[in-house]
């Protein structure tokens, strides 16, 4: 069974501070990483991809990836209200199929 | 910008039922997926088209459900004989091929309702 872990959360942290997101996977051979969000009642948004292993900016946002400890990260510098939402990790097989984690729930405090 | 779009926003239907989800994926994608999300649940997946067959499908999608690209744009969703369990959020997604191609873009969803 291949799983994808996330902390259920809440995660709650102050505008402007940074908010730290993090997911495990089982299945070593997984290539591809993918950090969506999603609000209530709508569709994952994608964030950001990873592929290779260290870290990758995107404005705000910041993956990281560490194959050999299966593990991803999302952090978002400067949170802002706008960012409270559940985001969601997801892990690619080799057959093009996702597998999602349930969801960090992010709440940043006005 | 392009996008997936799905119809109907919302369906409501009576078990036993048949339903069709509909989807258009973005025009120059090729792989074409469905997902579905209980309320409060995970994104779980169903199954994933390509080259109009499917190339993989979870233990989810039974003998109730079945996939067809009828023409060149849409890609739809049947349900056979609805349960009262097959109540959730049904999203479509659609990706590139080849390296660099993999991420899904998902469309806004279909609420399916079974009473």
């Known amino acids: 069974q291949k799983e994808v872990e996330q902390n259920s959360g809440p995660l709650s942290v102050p505008e402007g501070a940074i908010a730290s997101l993090n997911c495990t996977y089982s299945d070593r051979v997984s290539q591809s990483f993918f950090w969506y969000r999603q609000y209530s009642g709508k569709s994952p948004e994608l964030i950001m991809s990873?592929?290779?292993?260290g870290d990758k900016e995107d404005g705000r946002f910041t993956a990281q990836l560490n194959k050999a400890s299966q593990y991803v990260s999302l952090l978002i510098r400067d949170s802002q209200p706008s960012d409270s939402a559940t985001y969601l990790c997801a892990v690619m097989n080799t057959g093009n199929q996702f597998y999602f984690g349930t969801g960090t729930s992010l709440t940043v405090i006005p | 910008e392009p996008e997936v779009t799905q119809t109907p926003s919302h369906q409501v239907t009576q078990m036993g039922q048949e339903v069709i989800l509909r989807c258009v994926p973005i025009?120059?994608?090729?792989?074409f997926y469905w997902y579905r999300q209980i309320l409060g649940q995970k994104v779980e997946f169903l199954v994933s088209f390509y080259n109009n067959e499917i190339s993989e499908k979870s233990e989810i999608f039974d003998d109730q459900f079945s996939v067809e690209r009828p023409d060149g744009s849409n890609f739809t969703l049947k349900i056979r004989s609805t349960k009262l369990e097959d109540s959730a959020m049904y999203f479509c997604?659609?990706?590139?091929?080849?390296?660099?191609?993999?991420?899904?873009?998902f469309g806004p969803g279909t609420r399916l309702l079974v009473l």
């Open positions: 025009s120059n994608h090729l792989y």
């Open positions: 997604a659609s990706s590139g091929a080849g390296e660099g191609q993999e991420t899904q873009y």
């Open positions: 990873i592929y290779s292993n």
